[in-house]
């Protein structure tokens, strides 16, 4: 069993910031990446960020600048700093890995999501 468990979402004015956590546990072997993607009602959910465990990172070009994600090296957990937030970066964000339970075995998994509200 592989849980994602997120926090730091809440209600926030434009120009704030706002920090998501996510950490991986269970039966886990290796990660090969974490990240973070985000849907509102009626959208595809996209991607915001991710941090390959090899050190990459990949952002989206509407959060380029202002969202930076970052490891805990000392746990499976990935962090979103969200900086100069705009109301359209109101959505529910979900945490999402790539990992190994076994040397062959694999999968996508997915936290339950926490939401983000900008607004005034």
């Known amino acids: 069993q592989v849980q994602l468990l997120e926090s730091g979402g809440g209600l926030v004015q434009p120009g704030g910031s706002l920090r998501l956590s996510c950490e991986a546990s269970g039966s886990i072997l290796s990660i090969v990446v974490m990240g973070w993607y985000r849907q509102v009602p009626g959208k595809q959910r996209e991607l915001v960020a991710t941090?390959?465990?090899?050190?990459?990172?990949n952002y989206a070009d509407s959060v380029k600048g202002r969202f930076t994600i970052s490891r805990d090296n000392a746990k499976n957990t990935v962090n979103l700093q969200m900086n100069s937030l705009k109301p359209e970066d109101t959505a529910v964000y979900y945490c999402n890995s790539r990992l190994y339970t076994g040397r062959s075995d694999w999968g996508d998994y997915w936290g339950q999501g926490t939401q983000v509200t900008v607004s005034s």
């Open positions: 941090y390959n465990w090899g050190g990459a990172t």
